[in-house]
């Protein structure tokens, strides 16, 4: 069994929809995701 559009990003593209949507929404949780880390980061670097 495959998963899965068989027409992957062209199906996007004919529909209008491209990927900016998507890449906002992952680059906003990698930055809080980098910002619930900088205590950790901090905490590590104070220890040497």
Not at 20 to 47: C, E, F, H, K, W
């Amino acid at each position: 069994m495959k998963l899965g559009n068989p027409n992957g990003a062209e199906a996007l593209r004919q529909a209008g929809k491209g990927g900016g949507t998507l890449q906002d929404t992952v680059g906003r949780n990698a930055d809080a995701r980098s910002q619930g880390l900088a205590p950790l980061i901090d905490a590590i670097r104070a220890d040497g």
